[in-house]
C-alpha cells in the first residue's frame, strides 16, 4: 500500500513537471502522452518537442539526472508535513529552471503524420496539429485526382467529421491510419475486388490471440484500417514480449506488417492467431508441414504502449483466459463419420468457430431429409436447396467463408430462400460418401459433375431445385467469385425457381380447389342431416317439457283448489244484519277491481277474515290487505285479534294488493 502511495506521488509531481514544461493545460492529453512513454518525463517532452526544436541533445542527460535526483529526494523524506497548493505549484516550476532558458527554444507546431489507403493506391500525408480536416482533403485531392466534393475520408475514432474540425481538439497520437471512399465515382474493373476491401475497413475483426508461454487467450477487437504492425504494438504491452522479439503464426502468407487488416487476408469476424518469444533465430524458418499457417516475425523496433480502449475491448474482454489454440486447425468434419447429424454439428460448431457466428443456419440432417425438407412441402413453402462443399486444402476457402458466406447479405438471402446444406470434402473418404449420396439422390451426372472440380476451384455452392419427376442442379458456383457475383447467381436460380414455383402454386390451388368444392358439398349435406335431427329433438324436448310444465301447474292449481274450498267450508255462517250482537260490514276490492261483500261479528278473529279472502283465491301469503285511510296494512296485525279491536267496525272498506 505505501508503494502504491508512493507511486501515485511521483506521477503527480512527474505531471506537474511536464505540463510546466510543455505548457500543456489539458490534464487529459498530458497523461495520455506521459503513458505512451511509460512515464518517462524526458522522453515525453522530447516527444512533444523534438530535439531538434526543443531539449538539446548534450542536455538530455542533465536533464534525466535532475529528474532522478528530484525524485529520490520525495521518496527520501516521507516524513515531511504534506505541502500547501502553492507549494505544489513551486515544485513544478523548480524542475524546468535545470532546463537553462539556452536550452529552451520557441516551441515548434506538433506535426501528425496520416497514412491514407484509396484502393490500390497509399497516400503519406504530414500537415500540423493545428490545421482543419478539409486541408487532409485539399492535399489528397491533389494526390489521388479526386474532387474533395466526391471523397469521403473514413477512420476516424469519433466517426465522420466536418472539414473545420481542428485536429488538435481531436488530440490525435502522431502516427494515424485513414481510409477514402468515393461511393459515387464508379470503380474499374482493376478496382472490383478493391472494393471489397473499402467495406471491409469499416468492420471491426475479433483476433483470438493466444500467448502460447502464458497459455491465455486474448480476445482483441480492431478495426479493418488497423496495420498489423499496429495490431503487434498494441499486443506487445499485454504479453510483455517487444515486437522485435515476437514471433507469430496465423497471419496469411501474403501479410506484411504495412498492410491493414481488411487487406490481410484474415478470417471475418473472427480469426485465430498464435504468439510467443522468438528465442533464437531458429524459430524464424519455414514452418513445417505439420502447421498450416505462416510463422511471422517482425523485425520491427516499435513496441509503444496503447491503452486498451485504443482498440476498442473492455478488461474483461482484453484478459479472458480460454484454451490455448494449437499450430494446426480442427476439421471442420471428421474422417469416417458414421452418423451424419454429428457430422454436421461438428460442421457447423468448428464453422463457428473460425468464421463467427454469423453464417447461413446450415441444415442439420441427412441429405436426403435436407431434400425433403426443402422440395415435398406445399408450393408456397418449398425452397431451393443450397449444397455447400469446403475443402481446406484450397486457398479460397478462408476468403470465400470469411467474405461470401458470412457476409450480411448472403447469409440474409440463404435463410429466406434456401435450405442449406454443408459438407467437408478434404478428406477423401468424405468425398467418396458425398459422392455417393448425390448419386442416389440426384443422379450421376452431378457426381461425375463433382469429380471433375479439381482442389484450388473449391469450395463449390450447388444451388438445387426440386421437380415433379426429378430434381435439377441449377448452377454450380465457384470459390473464385465475389460477392456481388455470388448474389447475382442466386438471383438468378431464384427466378428460375420463383417461375416453377408459380406453376406448381397454380395447380396446387386447382387441385385443392376441386378438393374443397367437394368437401364443402360433403360438409354441407352432412350439417343438412345434422341439423334436421337437431330440430327433431328439440322438438321432442320442448313437448316434454310443456307435458310436465301442465302436469306441475294441474297439480298446484288442484292443490290451491282443494285448500280453498277447505277454508270456504271452514268459515262460520254470515250472521244477519239486525241481531243482538255488534255487526262489522266489510267491503274488500280486489286487484281487479271487483268488490267482495260479507258480515261478520265484531268479535270475529282476523284469521277468519284472512280465510275468507283466501277462499276467494287470495291467500295472505301473497297478499296484503289494507285501508284506506289511515293506510293500516291488516296482515301484520295478530290474527288473534278481533274485528273491534282492530278497528274494523261497524264498517270499513278494505283492498288487496299483491305483496312484491
Known amino acids: 500500500m505505501a508503494s502504491d502511495s508512493e507511486n501515485n506521488m511521483d506521477r503527480e509531481i512527474i505531471l506537474a513537471d511536464f505540463q510546466a514544461c510543455t505548457g500543456i493545460d489539458d490534464i487529459a492529453e498530458a497523461i495520455t502522452l506521459l503513458e505512451l512513454n511509460n512515464w518517462d518525463l524526458v522522453a515525453a517532452i522530447n516527444g512533444v518537442i523534438p530535439q531538434e526544436n526543443g531539449i538539446l541533445q548534450s542536455n538530455l542527460s542533465s536533464v534525466a539526472s535532475q529528474a532522478n535526483i528530484y525524485g529520490s529526494r520525495s521518496q527520501a523524506a516521507p516524513e515531511d508535513p504534506p505541502a500547501a497548493p502553492a507549494a505544489a505549484s513551486s515544485s ?16 515548434q507546431p506538433r506535426m501528425l503524420n496520416f497514412r491514407v489507403e484509396y484502393r490500390q493506391r497509399t497516400v503519406e500525408v504530414v500537415i500540423e496539429e ?33 472539414d473545420s474540425i481542428v485536429l488538435q481538439s481531436l488530440h490525435l497520437p502522431k502516427n494515424n491510419s485513414l481510409y477514402v471512399l468515393t ?90 492467431l498464435g504468439v510467443c518469444r522468438r528465442s533464437s533465430p531458429a524459430n524464424t524458418r519455414a514452418p513445417t508441414e505439420e502447421c498450416a499457417d505462416v510463422h511471422m516475425v517482425s523485425d520491427s523496433e516499435g513496441d509503444d504502449f496503447e491503452d486498451a480502449s485504443e482498440f476498442g475491448v473492455d478488461e474483461s474482454e482484453m484478459f479472458g483466459m480460454g484454451t490455448s489454440t494449437g499450430c494446426r486447425k480442427a476439421p471442420l468434419m471428421p474422417e ?41 412441402g406445399k408450393a408456397r413453402d418449398r425452397k431451393l436447396l443450397a449444397i455447400y462443399l469446403h475443402n481446406d486444402e484450397s486457398v479460397l476457402g478462408n476468403v470465400f467463408c470469411s467474405q461470401m458466406m458470412c457476409a450480411d447479405s448472403i447469409v440474409s438471402y440463404l435463410s429466406q430462400n434456401f435450405i442449406t446444406w454443408a459438407w467437408d470434402v478434404t478428406k477423401e473418404a468424405n468425398k467418396a460418401r458425398l459422392l455417393t449420396m448425390c448419386t442416389r439422390h440426384f443422379g450421376s451426372v452431378v457426381a461425375q459433375t463433382i469429380r471433375t472440380y479439381k482442389t484450388d476451384q473449391f ?57 374443397m368444392v367437394k368437401r364443402e358439398q360433403d360438409e354441407a349435406y352432412q350439417l343438412s342431416l345434422e341439423a334436421d335431427r337437431k330440430k327433431r329433438e328439440a322438438q321432442e324436448r320442448e313437448q316434454a317439457e310443456q307435458l310436465r310444465l301442465q302436469h306441475i301447474q294441474k297439480e298446484a292449481d288442484d292443490e290451491k283448489e282443494a285448500i280453498r274450498l277447505s277454508l270456504e267450508h271452514a268459515l262460520p255462517p254470515e250472521p244477519a244484519e239486525e241481531g243482538g250482537e255488534p255487526i262489522s260490514k266489510l267491503r274488500i276490492r280486489t286487484p281487479s277491481g271487483e268488490f267482495l261483500v260479507r258480515r261478520f261479528l265484531g268479535i270475529t278473529k282476523l284469521q277468519v277474515l284472512f280465510d275468507f279472502v283466501a277462499s276467494k283465491g287470495y291467500p295472505w301469503e301473497d297478499f296484503k290487505l289494507l ?26 272498506t278494505l283492498f288487496l294488493e299483491a305483496k312484491e
Open 336 to 376: 469416417n463419420t458414421e452418423n451424419e447429424v454429428d457430422a454436421l454439428l461438428h460442421f457447423t460448431a468448428e464453422f463457428t468457430t473460425r468464421y463467427g457466428e454469423c453464417h447461413p443456419v446450415f441444415f442439420i440432417g441427412t441429405l436426403e431429409a435436407a431434400s425433403q425438407e426443402a422440395f415435398y
Open 627 to 652: 285501508t284506506t285511510f289511515p293506510r293500516r296494512n291488516i296482515t301484520q296485525l295478530d290474527p288473534a285479534s278481533s274485528l273491534l279491536e282492530a278497528k274494523l267496525f261497524p264498517q270499513e
Open 183 to 272: 461511393p459515387d465515382i464508379t470503380p474499374t474493373a482493376s478496382t472490383s475486388q478493391n472494393s471489397v476491401l473499402q467495406e471491409s475497413l469499416n468492420q471491426n475483426f475479433l483476433l483470438v490471440i493466444s500467448h502460447r508461454e502464458a497459455q491465455r487467450d486474448y480476445n482483441l477487437n480492431f478495426p479493418g484500417s488497423r496495420t498489423i504492425q499496429e495490431v503487434k504494438r498494441n499486443v506487445s504491452d499485454l504479453i510483455n514480449i517487444p515486437v522485435r522479439h515476437q514471433q507469430w503464426d496465423g497471419w496469411p502468407a501474403s501479410a506484411s506488417d504495412s498492410m491493414t487488416l481488411a487487406a490481410s487476408g484474415i478470417s471475418y469476424p473472427c480469426h485465430h
Open 130 to 162: 493545428g490545421s482543419v480536416v478539409g486541408e487532409i482533403k485539399q492535399i489528397l485531392e491533389t494526390e489521388l485526382q479526386v474532387p474533395v466534393s466526391k471523397m469521403q475520408l473514413k477512420g476516424w475514432k469519433s466517426g465522420d467529421l466536418s
Open 459 to 515: 469450395p463449390l455452392l450447388l444451388i438445387v431445385m426440386g421437380k415433379r419427376t426429378s430434381n435439377e442442379v441449377l448452377n454450380v458456383i465457384q470459390g473464385n467469385t465475389t460477392v456481388d457475383e455470388l448474389m447475382m447467381r442466386l438471383m438468378g436460380a431464384m427466378e428460375i425457381f420463383t417461375a416453377q414455383q408459380q406453376e406448381d402454386i397454380k395447380d396446387e390451388d386447382e387441385r385443392e380447389a376441386r378438393e
Open 92 to 107: 513544478s516550476s523548480a524542475f524546468c529552471p535545470a532546463l537553462p532558458s539556452r536550452h529552451i527554444v520557441e516551441r
